[in-house]
């Protein structure tokens, strides 16, 4: 009902503006008939006149010309002064609207007086022709008749201005006539009133088309202007959509589909442009400690610093989440993009009002090439954007020969791995991992191994980058798990029970797929017990352990052992090691090469050794490749060791052929 009552409400306002604006061109319409109707009026009149005075009777017919003229000039005065409702515009505020419908209302009324006035002057004509008696009757009567249904035909807009004027006189006439009481007369004053009675209706009748016209005329303006304003509107909003499709809506920089579609026509030229992607360092810490508004605030900052110190004919885009683009040419006398590197990390290096300097940092991959296409640019500058974050925060890597090369291995990877995993090309080798305590291998460790045909041997981090972008991240987890379980079943068949096999999954792996439920089912499809698989996850999965704990609990509930890799070199803490589950640490290599010549290295590894100890974890160092680290990290009491110098990754076959015990000189 509130709905029904507001739709109403908006209507009678509707009508009401439509009222006003029909009173308007009435009044217009009054004022420009009345001023073409007065001089027909006056010669009517001043002709009366001489016919007055050639009849004796001049004294008389001047007064009445003079009464006739004075109200005339009033009409005429009247017609030309200001109206208020005829000078405003649209838009004007509401008192100065109610007072412009008042005047117009007020002109309408004194315009009726003024009319009823003239109409009693030629009311009195009859004096002039003794009530219409006398031999020149005739003539005044046509007089009568002539300008009364004269102001009906001009007064077609607003018809009480003409009744007002003809009343009087033409009841002036029939009066005059019944008061001779002959037939004739009689007769002839009856057809007055009937004449009288057709120009009233007629009057009204041509004032309901005026208005009616009016109407038209202002409902068609006013839907050409809704048409106008609706194009303007719509046009606006397809300028506004326009906008949003190619700018960031944080902070006002071009997306990537407005960078892209605004590079394609600079890339590929004959001039030479340079393309830096920039990726914020410690920006998820900010989100994490601040929160997500404090970050936004932060990249808004970031994007005003960025556009400060950029040079002319720059085009600035973020990508998304706290990755920035900047592309301009190479033109003479542009700025080095080393030297632009610097300005940029320096300027995002400041202290921010939020936190402390330093909490932020920025890794620049920069890329610049002549006559390539943008998609190769921006895959290039990726390369060396991986490049420079690997190397430490605040750095900038430019793409070189090196990087091209490695960026041929993973496009060829991506294209050739998923018909080298149907062909059976890819392998799982097994490294021994041995126990000082009696000297025999107490685990082997599953790594992945491809021969490219053309690149020779791939990387196990590359052969995961590959799969992941094919879509085979699960795949490949299962692969390996099968090999896996073939080789812990070849060591149950030879009494090898005591001998566990360990199992690397990425953070990529343990975010994406339900690992705990595809390990789970395939160690009971195949008869395996849980306790003699270990899996092994790098430091970096312990940054999100919301995400992973659950599956690596449910791992952990069912008896497999988890453990940390790389440890010593990311971010583990004290907590994360507990929630995790984690039951074995294994030292990062590059805490364990040289370790025999490095005192403070020997020292970390007596700390994480001592925690050990304390948290009841067993501590693997790998990475052994020298005999004087392995006699010192034996002197040190290590109680699993692993590397080259022990024992090298080879194919299960070998693996099950490998003598058990080594034997190790502490000496």
Known sequence: MPKLHHAASVLDGADRGLGKQIRRDQLEAVRSSVLNAIPINMILGVTATLVAVHTGIGLLGASWLAASTSVNILRIALCRAPCLGLSLSEGMPP????????????????????????GLVWACLPILCDGYRSSHAMFYLTVTCGITAGAV??????????????????????????????????????????????????????????????????????????????????????????????????????????????????????????????????????????????????????????????????????????????????????????????????????????????????????????????????????????????SGRNRHHTFDEALRA????????????????????????????????????????????????????????????????????????????????????????????DVSVALNVSPREMAQIPVDEIILQRLQARGLPPSRLEIEITEETALDIKAVQSKLAALTEAGIRIALDDFGTGYSSLASLRRLGTRRVKIDRSLVTGLSESEDQRGMIQAVLSLGRALD????????????????????GCPFLQGYHLGRPIPAAEALRLESRLVLDAA
């Open 95 to 118: 008192e100065m609207a109610q007072a412009a419908e008042r005047s117009v209302d007020d002109h309408l009324r004194l315009a009726c007086l003024i009319a009823f006035l003239s």
């Open 153 to 390: 035909t001009h007064g077609i807009a607003y018809a009480r201005i003409p009744t007002c004027f003809i009343v009087p006189p033409l009841l002036s006439v029939a009066g005059c006539l019944v008061a001779q009481g002959a037939f004739e007369s009689l007769c002839l004053a009856a057809t007055v009133l009937l004449y009288l009675f057709a120009l009233v209706r007629s009057a009204a009748k041509t004032e309901r088309s005026f208005r009616e016209s009016s109407r038209l005329k202002h409902e068609a303006r006013a839907l050409a202007l809704a048409s106008d304003r609706a194009h303007a509107g719509a046009q606006e909003l397809a300028d506004q959509m326009s906008h949003r499709a190619m700018h960031d809506g944080l902070t006002g920089l071009l997306n990537r589909a407005g960078f892209e579609r605004k590079a394609e026509a600079i890339v590929g030229g004959e001039t030479e442009c340079c393309l830096l992607l920039l990726d914020l360092d410690g920006f998820k810490s900010v989100n994490d400690l601040y929160g997500h508004k404090r970050g936004d605030g932060v990249l808004i900052e970031v994007a005003r610093r960025i556009e400060g110190v950029l040079p002319p004919r720059c085009l600035t885009a973020r990508f998304g989440g706290d990755e920035f683009a900047i592309l301009y040419p190479l033109t003479d006398g542009a700025i080095a993009p080393a030297d632009l590197a610097h300005r940029l990390i320096r300027t995002v290096a400041d202290r921010f009002e939020t936190f402390d300097a330093g909490r932020l940092g920025l890794s620049i991959g920069v890329c610049h090439l002549t006559g390539t296409t943008l998609t190769e640019m921006l895959s290039c500058a990726d390369e060396a954007l991986y490049v420079a974050k690997a």
């Open 617 to 636: 974890l067993e501590v693997v160092a790998e990475g052994i490749e020298g005999e004087a680290d392995l006699r010192t990290l034996t002197g040190m």
């Open 406 to 497: 490695r960026a041929t291995i993973r496009r060829d990877s991506k294209r050739d791995l998923p018909q080298a995993l149907t062909d059976g090309h890819l392998e799982v080798w097994f490294q021994p991992i041995y126990r000082r305590s009696d000297q025999r291998i107490a685990c082997f460790e599953a790594l992945l191994r491809w021969r490219h045909p053309v690149h020779g041997w791939i990387a196990p981090p590359d052969i995961l980058t590959a799969a992941a972008l094919s879509g085979l991240t699960e795949s490949l987890l299962r692969f390996i798990l099968e090999n896996v379980c073939d080789l812990m079943v070849a060591l149950g068949r030879e009494g090898r029970d």
